[in-house]
């Protein structure tokens, strides 16, 4: 209880009382955070003895970062339910947080990456890491992929092959994964030349159903496939092989024969820029001076080494 006859404190001894500065009760106060109970004949602000936890409960909200409209909020709901306001209100402020955090983990490395780098080439790696924001986005990676992918694929197709193909950046990089996002942000930034195809031959396939089945297909196949480069083995024909073939068949609904196998060789030639996405990708996935992450290219390559090796000695 406050000490003066009336049971009220004057702005100064509240805030006092409550360890912050006339200033902050003051700002509270026109907010309409921190009601008063009544004003002196000289027109100064009094408050009750409930003031002192309210101002309290404000401080120890404020000081965990929530801004004024939440705490408005969670002082303005009925007392059941402002425990649910009060959750809701430090979980966005804790993802509010994580993503500043994020950007400045982003940084850190980004300058190291600039500083270690030697003074001649400064300049452009400067350039090049200051091009993406921090934390980074991937937007710019997904355009890519669609601009790639069959102009009729269904849209859970799409969202499915992307999340796959669009690498996530980590949430405490390494310089070389720093620079390697950079590297393939560039890459997918920069206007395609005329000799750069779309896509493969073998993947323009026709009708709204093919290329759905196509992709479903190769998910499955790429899977697989990975699990063998995890384990170190080389490109051989298996379960891994037929799956990759299959798909292909499916798309066209052809049947899997040692000419179809043939034809398909021939036509998935190689693409020096998707290639260098996926060796980008799997920089950015990869722990540095650890073994490289799979990734769907990586997995493409071991699949279609695995069926050069296949049809060449079905030719001989």
Not at 72 to 96: C, I, W
Not at 193 to 210: C, I
Not at 249 to 269: C, E, H, K
Not at 280 to 298: F, H, K, N, R, Y
Request: net charge neutral; proline share 9%; glycine share 10%.
């Amino acid at each position: 209880m406050f000490t003066s006859h009336d049971g009220l404190c004057s702005i100064g001894e509240l805030a006092e009382r409550a360890g912050v500065t006339v200033k902050a009760v003051r700002f509270y106060s026109d907010n309409g955070l921190l009601p008063e109970a009544a004003r002196s004949a000289g027109g100064h602000r009094r408050y009750g003895p409930e003031a002192l936890g309210r101002l309290r409960l404000l401080r120890s909200l404020r000081t965990l970062g929530l801004p004024v409209r939440e705490v408005r909020r969670v002082l303005g709901e009925e007392e059941d339910a402002a425990g649910s306001v009060l959750e809701g209100a430090v979980a966005g402020q804790l993802r509010e947080l994580g993503s500043q955090l994020a950007a400045l983990r982003w940084r850190e490395a980004a300058l190291r990456l600039v500083l270690e780098c030697p003074p001649g080439e400064r300049a452009d790696r400067l350039r090049l890491v200051g091009s993406v924001a921090a934390p980074p986005s991937t937007a710019a990676l997904a355009r890519f992929w669609r601009a790639w992918l069959p102009p009729r694929m269904p849209a859970r197709a799409t969202a499915a092959f992307l999340d796959a193909a669009v690498p996530q950046p980590p949430d405490d990089p390494e310089p070389a994964q720093v620079l390697a996002f950079a590297r393939l942000y560039a890459l997918v930034t920069r206007p395609c030349t005329g000799d750069e195809r779309p896509q493969p031959e073998a993947h323009k396939v026709s009708g709204s159903r093919g290329p759905a089945v196509l992709y479903a297909g190769l998910a499955q196949a790429y899977e697989l496939a990975g699990a063998r480069l995890r384990r170190g083995h080389g490109p051989f024909p298996g379960e891994e092989l037929d799956s990759f073939v299959d798909a292909y068949a499916s798309a066209y609904g052809s049947r899997d024969t040692p000419g179809f196998r043939s034809v398909l060789a021939g036509q998935l030639a190689a693409d020096p820029r998707i290639d260098r996405y996926w060796e980008l990708t799997a920089e950015v996935i990869s722990a540095p001076g650890g073994p490289p992450q799979p990734t769907p290219g990586s997995a493409h390559d071991w699949l279609c080494a695995a069926l050069d090796a296949q049809t060449a000695v079905a030719a001989g």
